[in-house]
Structure formats: structure tokens, C-alpha cells
């Protein structure tokens, strides 16, 4: 049987759509590139925002009108549990329990309808999957779940509580793939900043990631996401200690008013956000910090926005990805609170921040004018040149070829634009 999985949603999902596909492999089916060709057609599935679950039941309708079989994990499948049964897919398969998808496809063979929620993920042999997207970038998820709990959001609600893998596993994942040619590493979390906080080893995010610099051939990694008040200085101290951490920290900021923060349930204030910025830059002073925020949240007034735009001055971000509120259902913002700003306008102030951040990142990138950095080869573009990126997550084209692909090299940066930065390859560092 041919099997297809077609990703939506966060590096998260990524990660789990590679587990997913070694276990269909190791289980004896073939995973093939496109739908068309599939037998079944596996949807991973976001359910942050209305839209994101609006695109998977388009993809259903889709799928359906072709006749092929549909399998759903992901984010929706917890959202929506049997009810995506209604939708004529044939299997559901939860966050926890996605390694029991090859059982899934075998059994929907008999058109039984089968849904799995349970949680199996310590059944997953984390260090043999070998199906990953890069060849070089490896994702891991290290902590899944999330305590948080901020009013407007559903991950709590589809990834579970918070879960640290032991770091002696995770430890063992890096060196496995390490060996077979990976230098570069997303380690990935919700709150990735509570690593360890559920175990009692005193394991952090600041020992594993000092842990993962010292393993051989590890060249850069890297960590997502941040959550404020759970941040640790340690973090900056270790990149200090180790090159090979990333000066990127993408710490998701929400809102620049403390009334909206406190009714989006983030615990922490305007300032302690600023202060804990200007303690980062104190650390490491060329690092590069990015953010979330959201407009039009239930009750955000002209004020309130007035405070995120000024705050998003004051950071000045490296990278800002801006949302609509989309009520959730199941969130407490979505019981309580009524969606009460108008669509134009949450239109009106994300264009408004979107078009502020874009003169930020010009004015940013101007420093890197004629500037040689170390880059990393990821992929080609579809405009035929090829990009990767700095340390500080800088994403830089230049003409390149495919050998290069995984490779250190030296760019110096001749145009720079608000997105990203082009220039020419003076030096290839490893081969
Ligand atoms: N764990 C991360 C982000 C998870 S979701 C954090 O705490 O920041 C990714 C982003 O989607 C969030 O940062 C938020 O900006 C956005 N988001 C989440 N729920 C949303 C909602 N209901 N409406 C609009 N944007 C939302
Ligand atoms: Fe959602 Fe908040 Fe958890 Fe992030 S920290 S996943 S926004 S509940
Ligand atoms: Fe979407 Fe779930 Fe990730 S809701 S953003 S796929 S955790």
C-alpha cells in the first residue's frame, strides 16, 4: 500500500511527519512524494487558528472528490477526535499516539473506522529515524505538551502537559545522527524553556544544550520556542561558553500591554519582558531576538495597541510574526471573552505593525553591508540561488550549487533588502 503525509503547522509537526513516515517504512509500506500516487493520503494537522483548520477540511473535500482513503493526526485530530469521522476519513490518530499509524493504515483496510489517542510516544526509537527532511538539520522534539495555558490557545488543549524526553536519550538521538552526517539541531518545544522541569535529574534546556555542543561533528544548534518567564539566564551564559549555539532566541512576546497580557494569561509585564531582553543583550550582545504577537485580541483598545507598537520600536526584533486572534473553541478567551474588534480593523494594525517591522529589519540589516559571514548551505531557491543562514538565523542567498548543501561557507553580503540579504561565496569552510 502507498502512503503519502502532507504537513501542516509547526516544526513540531515537521518532526513528527518524519517519525511517522519511518515507522510506515519500518512497518513495510511505501511512502510516496505526492497524493496522487498514494493509496492514503495522511493529513498532519494545525488547529491554531480557525484558518488552519479550515485548509484541512478543504484538503478532505479534496481528497475525497479523488476517492482516495484519508488518515488525520495532528492538532485537529485532538481538536475534533470522532467527530472528523462525519468527514469520511478513516482513521484518527492523536498527538501521543502516533506511533500507532501503521496500525492504523493496516486496519482501515477493512473500512473500520479507528481512532487512537492514547499516550505511546515512549514506545518511539527516537535515534533510528532515519526519514527526515534535511540531511543535514535535524528537528527534536524534546519537551511536548504545554502547561501555559494563555487564554486565546489551543496547543494545550491538543499537545497535552508538558513532558520532558530524558536528556540521556536526547543526548543519544544527537550523537546517532551526528554520526551519519547531521550538524545542525532544532531542539523543539512548545515551552521549550520547561525542559527538564518535569523530571527531577535537575536537567534544563541550558545543561542540554552546553551537553549537545560537546558532541563530535555537532556544528550549530539551535532551540524553539521560548516562553518569558520560564526563559533562563543560564541560556545566554552557555551560548558564551559554546560557538556552536545559535545567537537566536525566539522569544514570543504577544502583546505590548500589560492589561491584554494579563488577560491572555501570559505571566509576566511589559517590563519584566523589556528587562529580561536588556539582560539577554547584556549576556550576548549580538544576539538576535525574534517574536509573536497577535492584534485584535477581545478588548484590545487603541491604547493597547499604541503599547505594542511602541514596544515593538523599543525591541526592535530581528523577526516578528504578527497574527489575527482567531477564537478557538475550548479556550477560556473564546468562553469568555467576545471577539469584539473589528475585522478591518485588526487588519488596519497588522499591516500597521507589518509595514513597522519591515522598516526595522531594513534598518537591522543595514549592518551587515559588505560584512563576511559564516553560513550554512540549506537548500536552492525556487529563483535558482541558493541560501542558508548565519548564527543569528539570517537568512542569506547567493549562487551556489548542490554539493554545497550542508556545507560551511563564508559570504560576504553585498545587497541587503528587509527579507533576506544576498551575496557572493568568498570561501568554502568544510568539504
Ligand atoms: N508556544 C509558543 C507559540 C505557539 S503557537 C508561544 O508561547 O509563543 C504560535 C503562535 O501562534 C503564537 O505565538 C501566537 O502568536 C499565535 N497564536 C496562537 N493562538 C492563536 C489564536 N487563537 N489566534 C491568533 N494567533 C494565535
Ligand atoms: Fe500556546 Fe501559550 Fe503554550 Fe505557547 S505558551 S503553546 S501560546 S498556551
Ligand atoms: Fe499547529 Fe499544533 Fe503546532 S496547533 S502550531 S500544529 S502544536
Known sequence: MKVHVFTYGCQMNENDTEIAKQLLANAGFEIVPSEDEADIVILNTCAVRKKSEEKVYSHIGKLRKKHKKIGIMGCVAEKEKENLFKRG?????GTRALNRIPEAVRNSKNGNKLIFLEDTLNEVEYQNIETRSSKHHAWITVIYGCNRFCTYCIV?????REKSRPINEVLTEVEALADRGYKEFTFLGQNVDAYGKDSEDGTSLAKLLSEASRVENVKRLWFLTSYPSDFSL????VMNQSE???????????????????????RYSREEYIELINNIRSIVPDVSISSDIIVGFPGETDEDFEETVALVEKMQFERLNLAIYSPREGTVAWKYLKDDVLHEEKVRRMSFLLNLQKRINRELNESYQGREVEVIVESSAKNGLFYGRDVRNKIISFNGSEELIGKSVLVRIEKISAGPLFGVITKTLDI
Open 89 to 93: 476519513v478513516s482513521f484518527v490518530v
Open 156 to 160: 494545550p488543549y491538543t499537545r497535552g
Open 234 to 237: 543560564e541560556i545566554p551564559q
Open 244 to 266: 556552536k549555539i545559535a545567537r537566536s532566541i525566539h522569544l514570543p512576546v504577544q502583546h505590548g500591554s500589560n492589561r491584554i497580557l494579563k488577560a491572555m494569561n501570559r
